[in-house]
């Protein structure tokens, strides 16, 4: 595709209901990365992919967060149990190899009510 | 990823050259320099990335000091749509686990009409 997509682009649930977000990287990107944005903040990495090693998941908050990808295709970010402390933006990006240039993808907002 | 400094804002008139300082005074030769900005409530966009040599895409040019210690990034015609935060960052490029990608505070770059 022409570039990272995601879906949904605005999510607002219940504290204590589970969500799935996910990402369609660039075609032929090797390296899938998930980040988080709160208002006014930095990026927070939380989790990378790449091919078929296995994952960093070195800055996943709690074990209520988890991801998957598929191959090197799209990649869902699962978020149990959310908490309002989880209302941010998560971003996906994709780069050709990893260290390379991260191409991102408009985010979800998610918000917790 | 080794320290930068940037300015917290700059203004700039619409149609001149924005010219965006970065200070990196503890890169290594390894490291390279990458500039993303942040167009409000979108994803990070990748701008351009140099060593040590000047480099110029569609978007700007990277000027690198000879000592490598500090940067310009010039967006040579700016528009009210490049109102952004521009981050400046200096990483290694491709290998290693250096690929979760840090931003400071960036500079928030605003184009008057």
């Known amino acids: 595709g022409a570039g990272v997509s995601q879906s949904p682009s605005n999510k607002v649930t219940e504290k204590g209901k589970d969500v799935e977000l996910r990402c369609d990287p660039i075609?032929?990107?090797?390296?899938l990365y998930w980040y988080r944005q709160r208002l006014g903040q930095g990026l927070e990495f939380l989790i990378y992919?790449?091919?078929?090693?296995?994952?960093?998941k070195s800055g996943l908050p709690s074990d209520r967060f988890s991801a998957e990808r598929t191959g090197e295709s799209v990649s869902t970010l699962t978020i149990q149990r959310t908490q309002q402390e989880d209302s941010a933006v998560y971003l996906c990006?994709?780069?050709?190899?990893?260290?390379?240039?991260?191409?991102f993808g408009p985010g979800t907002r998610l918000t917790v009510l | 990823d080794a320290k930068t400094t940037q300015p917290p804002s700059m203004d700039c008139a619409e149609g001149r050259a924005a010219n965006l300082p970065c200070n990196h005074s503890t890169i290594s030769g390894n490291e390279y320099v990458y500039w993303y900005r942040q167009i409000h409530s979108q994803g990070p966009q990748y701008i351009i990335h140099?060593?040590?040599n000047n480099e110029t895409n569609e978007m700007a040019s990277l000027i690198i000091t000879e000592d490598r210690k500090s940067s310009t990034l010039i967006l040579p015609h700016a528009t009210l749509r490049d109102t952004a935060v521009y981050y400046c960052i200096v990483r290694v490029g491709s290998g290693g686990s250096n690929y979760k990608l840090t931003f400071g505070k960036g500079t928030l770059l605003t184009v008057n009409p």
């Open positions: 990006a994709s780069s050709q190899q990893p260290g390379l240039e991260q191409f």
């Open positions: 140099g060593l040590k």
């Open positions: 075609s032929g990107h090797t390296a």
């Open positions: 992919f790449q091919g078929n090693s296995a994952p960093d």
